[in-house]
């Protein structure tokens, strides 16, 4: 059951979300015609400022409410509530966040807001915008395009491990929430208190996007686009103020900085913490960051010498940007896009397709299952194939130095079969739309995965707008899913765990 002290909570993230829209409200105003309302800048000034004083209102009036009925009663947190919290607190910041969008002068239906307001806070970046039945991304006041850009800001570390930090200051302590939140098959705490771990970790999150402002500004970009561009960037999230996407800038500089950018944003928050911190350079140390690094080197060249080999490039340098940088975005689920890799030959879709399960590094802002995870899988086969040749022998898993305990492979294995299970089955619903099996299969792959961009229909150059309704509705849970690591939502599904 729904208690008192969970809404408490989480009237407080739907007021922060409110506050939030204000900044956006600003780059309406500072491009608006003074008190002419039909000026589409002026217009979604008022309509951001509108959205941002309903969410505020109903932050303080839920607070209200909840703080009188819940007065006498303790306000300890158990790690049920953080599962509650994370899952219903996700979902009413969506709503709340789909408002500019339904309000604005280019008015989306409230289904296609809710989905640009879910694949926007999930980091996910498919889009309803660009298709002939809604409108151009171009077509958006500056104001909603900052607050489209910044959703994905806000969900790329998570506005839940934000609030974290504010938490001791009621009396409750957070590690519930950052334990439901925090990607991965161990929630890494890098201090002992979960508050310092929040804020050192919005601290690096906050200086990467100024760092990577500056440096798109310094090579050509106005600073509202590389401001929005760093927001999705770090996030690994896709959103761009272009129908183009990054394309749209025909600069070969910017294409690499924003890969570089790609690669950090998906690599663990810890070794970037060590590194900026204490001075360590463990990156190279750590076996899943390894991997990483070479999966992205091995698909890339994969990928050159089949679109020179097989496809329409003839051997450039451009081929080989193209293929790093669609690599880079896959396996990190950002999903920019320079080329329309819909086009590549057969081997390279065929790699397109598995890295969007494949995703970045555990402790990162990426989608999909973790490399880690994959990691432990193979190991797990492995341990069961010396098992075989040997009964009698003694073995253990390890990541690392580390030896892998029994409940994280339990979950892990677990967390993997659900995942696979979930992707068949909602192809399967997919393709009761008509779409052909690619298309199924991407849109599932690519919902679940939180990437953005898919294969057939929902290409690169595509739009999720042509989607049905309901077909959009499924792919916003599939994206709810991804985001919080499945067991976070689907254990609300639980008998059990309302019995508890």
Known sequence: MLKAKNLNIISFLIFFLGLSMLPSSLWSLSSASFFNYSDRNFFDFMAIIKSSSITCVSGILLYLITRFLGKNKKNDLKEKDGFIIVTIGWLLCVLFSSLPYYFSSTPLSFTNSFFESMSGLTTTGATVLGDS???????????????????????GMGIIVFSIAILPILGIGGVQLFRAEVAGPVAEKITPRVKQTAKLL????????????????????????????SFTTIATAGFSTKNASIAAFNSTTIELTIIIFM???????????LFLAKGKFDYFKDEEFKIYFYIIIFISLTLFLDINLNGSYNWSLNSMKDAIFTTTSLVTTTGFSTADFESFPSLSKMCIFFLFFLGGTAGSTTGAIKIIRTMLIFKYLSYELKKLIHPQGVYSIKIGKSVVSDEVLKNTLGFYLFYIFIFVGTAIIFSFFEFDMITSLSIAASSIGNIGP??????????????????????????LLGRLEIFTVMI????TFWRA
């Open 454 to 479: 898919g294969l057939g229909d929902i290409g690169p150059t595509d739009s999720w707008g042509h989607l049905p309704p309901l077909a959009k509705w499924m792919s916003t849970f599939c994206m």
């Open 492 to 495: 609300l599904f639980s008998k």
């Open 263 to 273: 690669i950090i944003a998906a690599t663990n928050f810890s070794l970037h913490y």
């Open 133 to 155: 039945s809604t409108f151009q991304i171009e077509e958006l006041s500056i104001g909603i395009l900052f607050w489209r850009s910044f959703t994905q800001f806000i969900g």
């Open 202 to 229: 919005w601290g690096i999150y906050v200086g990467l996007v100024l760092f990577q402002t500056l440096i798109l500004k310094f090579e050509g970009m106005t600073l509202f686009d590389s401001l929005c561009h």
